[in-house]
């Protein structure tokens, strides 16, 4: 897959006049590591631990059980738009354990992509749960794990998504396939934003 390479990562600018923070959630196991590594253009920070017995009965592998490591805080990662703007990426940890990490990760987020795996839409409820709550604006990306077939509609309806919210299918390793993501995550930011309405000028006191 075409995931950034070493040699492929630019040096950026270590100022920069707008930093926009962008988080990747969703279950245990649905490659938010992998995609913040796939189009992130520096190093990204990971903080993967391996999986050892002491998790077992704590975590559900289910429909996971060949994954060997985990994150324990987040991931990091960064993306230069232009010369003035860069796009900071923040994986949150999947399991229910981390999950009350999720909140003060939220605080400050300008949008976030719900990643998910088609054979577990459940373990996706929480995520969108949260934002929702938060008011936070949101994508749901499907990563391509290789399972059953489903439609957009049947993955709506499983999720229970608004009309609104965008609904795409991805390939987390590939860094085409994630900026596509982002982009159409930034394309929905763009749009809840035009659908504000205007501020009305708050008419003068009579003399």
Not at 36 to 42: D, G
Not at 162 to 185: G, H, M, N, Y
Not at 194 to 203: C, G, K, L, S
Request: proline share 5%; glycine share 8%; charged share 20%.
């Amino acid at each position: 897959m075409d995931s950034v390479t070493s040699e492929q990562r630019q040096t950026l600018h270590s100022t920069a006049d707008n930093g926009l923070k962008i988080v990747v959630v969703g279950g245990f196991g649905v490659g938010k590591t992998t995609m913040v590594r796939s189009v992130s253009e520096i190093r990204p920070l990971n903080t993967e631990e391996t999986m050892t017995q002491a998790g077992e009965g704590v975590d559900d592998t289910a429909g996971v059980a060949a994954k060997t490591a985990t994150t324990v805080a987040f991931d990091f990662g960064r993306i230069s738009l232009d010369a003035h703007n860069i796009l900071y990426l923040f994986g949150a940890p999947g399991q229910e354990r981390f999950w009350f990490l999720w909140d003060r990760l939220f605080s400050g987020t300008l949008g976030a992509v719900v990643l998910v795996d088609t054979r577990r839409l459940a373990d996706s409820w929480y995520a969108i749960d949260r934002l929702e709550h938060h008011g936070t604006p949101f994508v749901v990306a499907c990563n391509d794990f290789g399972g059953p077939a489903h439609t957009a509609g049947q993955i709506r309806d499983a999720l229970d998504l608004a009309d609104e919210v965008p609904l795409v299918f991805c390939d987390a390793r590939s860094r085409e396939s994630s900026k596509q993501v982002l982009i159409t995550l930034v394309e929905h930011l763009q749009s809840v934003v035009a659908q504000e309405p205007t501020p009305q000028p708050i008419p003068e006191p009579a003399p």
